[in-house]
């Protein structure tokens, strides 16, 4: 015997069938729109016209964002409590922006009790004080700089200069308010392309150009290791030092991990955006985060203990939106050249793992 749909039923069959996938899609436009509402803008003094930002770095000693100026000729710092910016003069300046990163300011990282930062229009590595937000001294350097830190077991800093194919060496001087002095250059053929210093293997990690990444040894500064990294563009580069794990970034919008306790094996992979530039990775969450500059998004990737990546979620950035970096309070700040600006995401996607 058949059975006969109550009115009830048909309406019910109408709206699952028809309102539903209507329901999805609005959901759907309420995430994303919450999501684009979680990218709050921090103005720059100065820099409306544009600014050529690079490596931006974090303190966690200051507890501030270190957002090298480019043509401004400042330092700014964003507090990460409440994103006040403060700044540092004293460095190279130029009135207008004409896209691009190579004038001024474009990298920085702290020391010991003081912060060091690379000129590219001066040649110029600059020590600035911490306590008194003051530039204190410099020296030159052997060619146009890129990336540049602090290597804290051997008291050393560490300048690529990739027009050069090599990362000159600076001891400190007796006082660290001192200039620093050339005590060596290392040769990396075809890069090198960021760094990133590992203390508790004793390394430092940089990427060729293309499809490889370079393990250096902090004492002997040696190449000792190359890995293939599946990249066809080598560009951005992070690590997760207690697990062992190093993330490279992929221009063509990759993010690739490898297991330094594996000899550098390939083991995950995620693609997402394109135009790939500088990663950056937040250990407590364990998130990784993945800029497009071509693509103007961002990917936030979860990394598994095992190492595995999965995407978490994507937020819309801005042309050219190339590099990025993480705070201890769970915000990524993301670069704006184009209006001089930065961009703040508050991550509050769930720990990947503990």
């Known amino acids: 015997m058949g059975h006969f749909a109550s009115p009830f039923t048909k309406t019910c069959y109408f709206l699952c069938f028809f309102l539903g996938p209507l329901a999805s899609l609005y959901a759907q436009t309420a995430q994303t729109q919450a999501t684009t509402k ?60 004409t896209t691009g990163h190579g004038e001024g300011i474009t990298s920085a990282d702290e020391g010991d009790t003081v912060l060091y930062v690379t000129d590219r229009t001066a040649l110029r590595l ?15 350097l052997a060619a146009g700089p890129d990336y540049v830190r602090y290597v804290a077991p051997t008291q050393e800093i560490w300048v690529t200069e990739p027009g050069k194919d090599r990362i000159e060496i600076f001891r400190l001087a007796k006082a660290p ?5 050339h ?42 290791a190359t890995w293939a990294n599946g990249c066809g563009g080598s560009r951005g580069i992070a690590l997760d030092e207690a697990k062992g794990f190093l993330f490279v970034g992929c221009s063509e919008g990759k993010a690739v991990v490898l297991n330094l306790n594996q000899d550098g094996k390939q ?24 800029p497009g500059g071509h693509s103007a998004t961002m990917a936030i990737i979860g990394v598994a203990g095992s190492g595995q990546l999965s995407l978490l979620g994507t937020v819309p950035t801005a042309e050219d939106s190339h590099c990025v970096t993480a705070d201890a309070n769970g915000n990524a700040y993301v670069c704006d050249p184009g209006k001089g600006q930065i961009l703040m995401l508050q991550d509050n996607y769930p720990v990947s793992r503990k």
Not at 274 to 290: K, Q, R
Request: avoid cysteine.
């Open 177 to 181: 308010k001192q200039p620093p002095i």
């Open 38 to 97: 979680a990218l709050q803008a921090i103005t720059i003094p100065g820099g409306e016209s544009g600014i050529g930002f690079d490596d931006l770095r974090f303190s966690s000693k200051l507890g501030k964002a270190l957002i090298p100026g480019g043509r401004t000729g400042k330092l700014f710092l964003i507090d990460s409590k409440d994103q006040s910016v403060s700044s540092i003069s004293g460095f190279s300046s130029k009135s207008g922006y």
């Open 126 to 140: 600059d020590v600035v004080d911490e306590s008194s937000g003051l530039l204190v001294a410099g020296t030159a």
């Open 183 to 224: 005590a060596d250059f290392i040769s990396v053929p075809g890069g090198p392309e960021a760094l990133v210093i590992d203390k508790t293997r004793g390394r430092a990690y940089s990427n060729l150009w293309k499809e490889e990444t370079v393990a250096i040894d902090l004492q002997s500064r040696k190449i000792v």
């Open 267 to 290: 083991i995950a992979s995620l693609s997402s955006g394109s135009g790939v530039d500088i990663i950056d990775y937040n250990s407590t969450l364990a998130h990784l985060y993945l």
